[in-house]
């Protein structure tokens, strides 16, 4: 089974633009989650996805969303972006909602200017 | 207010000598806990598992220990090898999911030594 695929793998914007990271789960698995890492946050939870609605959400303003298709693959949008959005985002799949293993993609390493 | 704490930013252990991490948590309501690695330019990985039911989980190499009374686990890795050379992540999660879906420690940098 192929894993989590992230696109693009970097990306360099300036601020006040917006981004738009895109997510592959595994094959079968209906939730996925999006995560920021930080070296002084460390991981912190953004948002979980399952059969196209949001069900869970992190403390990040408003200016972080997402959405998720029929295809079960998945998009975070951030808008209006600010030098401290620059951070590894992480997707994680899993067959399930809410708790228990989560299988990672590789990141997507945004750098804001 | 961090939930999820790993006191020690590396452990530095020798090839073939038994690696512990550490782990305290501070809400109760988390019943589900998770070990992740992290190779650099790479997501975590997956490793090993434990429910709140349970106080010993093993595979392989790989045990992890859950103190409920002290809130407190840890992952013993026994023998360390160098390709366990990595960051380690704990993470926890409430019963049901939740508002916060995993949370996450910040993590040790095990170094295995030759």
């Known amino acids: 089974k192929a894993g989590v695929t992230q696109t693009p793998r970097y990306l360099i914007k300036t601020r006040g633009q917006q981004v738009t990271l895109s997510c592959s789960p595994i094959?079968?698995?209906?939730?996925v989650s999006w995560y920021q890492q930080t070296p002084g946050q460390g991981l912190q939870f953004l948002f979980e996805y399952f059969s196209e609605t949001q069900r869970n959400k992190g403390n990040f303003p408003g200016r972080f969303s997402g959405r998720q298709f029929s295809n079960s693959r998945s998009e975070m949008n951030v808008s209006t972006l600010e030098l401290g959005d620059s951070a590894l985002y992480l997707c994680?799949?899993?067959?399930?909602?809410?708790?228990?293993?989560?299988?990672f993609g590789p990141g997507t390493r945004l750098t804001v200017l | 207010d961090q939930q999820v704490k790993q006191n020690s930013p590396s452990l530095s252990v020798q090839e073939g000598r038994i690696s512990i991490l550490n782990c305290d948590y501070t809400n109760s309501m988390f019943d589900y806990f998770l070990w992740y690695k992290k190779y650099p330019a790479e997501g975590p990985t997956f490793l090993i598992s434990i429910s709140s039911i349970k106080d010993k989980n093993e595979d392989g190499r790989f045990t992890v220990f859950l103190n409920k009374s002290a809130k407190h686990l840890s992952l013993h890795i026994v023998p360390s090898q160098p390709g366990d050379s990595a960051v380690y992540f704990c993470a926890a999660s409430k019963k049901g999911g939740g508002a916060d879906g995993l949370t996450f420690g910040k993590g040790t940098h095990l170094i295995i030594q030759p």
């Open positions: 094959s079968g698995h209906r939730s």
């Open positions: 994680a799949s899993s067959s399930t909602s809410g708790m228990g293993e989560q299988f």
